[in-house]
């Protein structure tokens, strides 16, 4: 057994062993979780949590599922915050800067704190990604935004309250369906397949006996 | 980071790195995999099946796990469900908000319905979330829905429904295509062209990503279009029953929110199970790569209303979970490693297989190497093989292994292990249900109006799935599931809404001397250590 620290969470004292997760520790402490518990593998975003190691001044933020236990560290879990999302046409939004005036008119009151940035949860560059927003680059704001998690903990330390990552999802779909380069070779196969050109093939193969079948899957060719 | 022992297996490592990196090892016949899987794969290991007694299986195997889930106490054995007020009344009912339950939810309200979906946890806390790797379509010149039939029709052992298979390949293109009208950015090069890579098992370069957070960019897309949709979701509720009418036609759910316990009646003309994968039941000790909530409740749930099971005997166990650090004991180690280059290496030193074998032959050869050959590596949860992460750079030089697995380096990196120096160890996870409830090509179950997409199918993928034909399954069956739910919705009227089913199920439960005190649906697995 590894060697035992003192936890706070919410305020109350444990005593866990020093190699588990902040989730993990939460369950060695009795907690049957329901809230503030997805993936369990940082990807979803649902665990995110405050923390501020005794004595310390900073505050910080992790998600639970990905970040180890220290001593005397106070744990506070943020397993849902109010980001504002607004409701839109994806069909009929245009891909430029208009559309953020209009959806998102407070990312123009950012003051440059870049407290968002400084409690990203992922260690992405927040408040840059809220400037190529202001400026209408979607498509630096998707690259720059792109892992993401949408675990709200930027928005909860911004004082202008923006919903940085609504602001980043729509940039990436904006991005995605309008400025990306469309793809030809998908275009012109949904149409062949539409025409039924693939029709005869396929039924042909799948009609085939077994034993043919198998000799087709075992001697087809492999594109290096 | 790493133990005394440990070190002193690693230090053989590294000293046969040089000879291993330029190996070869021999790949496997197939009937030395044959002889390997039937030895040492967990499908094929007796004691861990138990012979269903009740049901529209009854006689047929299913793991130890599930047959007491389907066979358990529902949860609604002791409460008075008051059926005659439902707290909602829709069209189509879509139990899961994962990417099944997304597809089919956006598409049945775009035909019309009025469609209302119900999730454990939030919407988007779903193995759809996970997904590293990519989605196959066969959209380039060189390929053809033909050919993608084959892989993987091959790849799951010539079992597979075929018509299912045939609409999974044939709608591909227009799953992608679709998803890119909603803005999800998929890898492209310059001109538009996708990047496209291999999978597991694939004749032809088909995989589709959106870098190494697929699933994310996907399921992050469809969640937000199901809200611009302003379709309701009913978070943190869970469906512990379903509800049939008079007719014994599905009509609905019994809901229990996971917070307070509160329960509601939802009635619906059409219901739609997504409810995904069972990692979370961890059959026979395994740890697994899945969400919270991945604990085969869908299949509870439709089999007690009569829907029969296909393959639910199946399961993929993906070769290599995190062995070590604890804290991510089972989580996904990226076969996109292996591709690279590195090999599979035991506590002595040796590559022991062709590190490219498929999933459930390698798996298998990592247990026999851990188990009867002794030469794994002790860990705190239990045992490991080494992968040699450093022959990546080895081999494709430096930089490798932060330009194309940034995400591996930087989920070992975060426990002092430096994959680019440091070899990592691994053990099979439990990964994903192969098997599922049978559907026809309307997504239909054997229940009338009750509809299944997703992971929680079985027949699509026979007994093996390749990678990167779940996430198009869960689209293009979501989607699919959805159209007709809501076109079958136009024509039903519902009766009397009945819990019968439940308690004649349980009755035979009796019949056959079975008294379970296994509560059912889990929802969720007990990972609180104190006794409550
Ligand atoms: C780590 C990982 C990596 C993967 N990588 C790939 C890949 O690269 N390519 C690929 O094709 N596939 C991959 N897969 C598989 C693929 O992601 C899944 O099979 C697929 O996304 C399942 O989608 P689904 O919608 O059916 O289920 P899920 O996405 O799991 O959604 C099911 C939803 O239903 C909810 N639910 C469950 N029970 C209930 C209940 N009783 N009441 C209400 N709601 C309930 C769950 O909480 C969840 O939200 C991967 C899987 C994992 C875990
Ligand atoms: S639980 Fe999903 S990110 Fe931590």
Redo the contacts with the bound molecule.
Sequence with gaps: MSEMVNVYLMGKQYQVPSDLTIMKAMEYAGYQLVRGCGCR?GFCGACATIYRIKGQQQLNACLACQTKVENDMYVATLPFFPLVKQVYDINKVSPTQQIMMQLYPEIYSCIGCNACTKSCTQGLNVMQYIAYAQRGDFEKCAEESFDCVMCGVCSARCPAGISHPQVALLARRINGKYLAPKSQHLADRVQEIRNGDFKELIEGLMNKPLDEIKELYNTREIEQ | MYTEEMLASMKKVEAARERNTDLEPRRMTAEEKETLLATYHPDYKQGEFAVLQVGPNKGEKVPTELAALLQGKSRVADLTVDLTHPAYDVDVLV????????SAAIEAHNAGANVMV???????????????????AADKPNDSPAQHFLDAYGGGHFAAKKELLYKLVTEAPEAILWLNELGVEFDKAPDGTMITTH?GGTSRKRMHAAKDY??AEI?RTLRDEVLNLQIPVVDF????ELVLDDKGHAAGAV?QNMETGEILVAKAKTVII????A?RLHYQGFP????????A??LV?GYRAGAKLLYADTLQYHPTGAAYPQQIFG??V?EKVRSLGAKLINAEGEAFMHPLETRDVSAASIIRECGDRGKGVKTPEGVGVWLDTPMIERKNGAGTIEKRIPAMLRMFGKYGIDIRKEPILVYPTL???NGGLDIDTDGQSGVENLFV????VGGIHDRN?L????????IVF?RNAGQHAAAKAKQVTVGRLSLDHVQAFAAACRQAGIESDVVS?K?LPNYARKAR
């Design positions: 593998n | 139990i899961g908000g994962g990417g099944a339950g997304a119900v999730t454990k946890l939030r919407m988007g806390d779903a193995n759809t979330m996970m997904a590293e790797g990519g989605i196959q999978g697929s699933g399921m509720t869970a469906a512990i809901l997504a409810t995904g994968g990692g697994t790569s899945n969400h919270y909530g991945a604990t409740d869908g749930l989580a996904l990226t990964h994903y249900q997409a997703g992971e929680a799935r990678m990167g034909n779940s996430l198009l399954d869960i979501g649906p929802l």
